[in-house]
């Protein structure tokens, strides 16, 4: 089982990135997907969740409205468009695949490994 996640890096507060990851080792259709961040010294928290079956998503408070999240079940892979960043959304960004729908991370069994979004003020 592979969750790689890809995209991150240096932004100006009021741009855009997108995060892509990319899975393998797993029926990816079965399994919801979901973006976890962690900034230095918190906690890791939730942003968004795609549900495995129609598609439909929820984002955290703190998010919504400026990011978007996508998945393709032909090419195995989750997206997270995010735009008007700010320097708030600095963090090591999580790509996760769960059973279980929820902003729980006990919910996920799957990880990748982060990737880096700094975006400076």
């Known amino acids: 089982v592979q969750l790689q996640a890809s995209g991150g890096g240096l932004v100006q507060a009021g741009g855009s990135l997108g995060l892509s990851c990319a899975a393998s080792?797993?029926?990816?259709?079965?399994?919801?997907m979901a973006w976890f961040r962690q900034a230095p010294g918190k906690e890791r928290e939730f942003v968004a969740i795609?549900?495995?079956?129609?598609?439909?998503?929820y984002y955290s408070d703190s998010v919504k409205g400026r990011f978007t999240i996508s998945r393709d079940n032909v090419k195995n892979s989750v997206y997270l468009r995010m735009n008007s960043l700010k320097p708030e959304d600095t963090a090591v960004y999580y790509c996760?695949?769960?059973?279980?729908?929820?902003?729980?991370?006990?919910?996920?069994?799957?990880w990748g490994q982060g990737t880096l979004v700094t975006v400076s003020s």
């Open positions: 080792g797993f029926t990816f259709s079965n399994y919801h």
């Open positions: 996760a695949a769960g059973q279980g729908y929820g902003r729980n991370p006990k919910l996920y069994s799957y």
């Open positions: 795609i549900d495995r079956n129609d598609g439909s998503t």
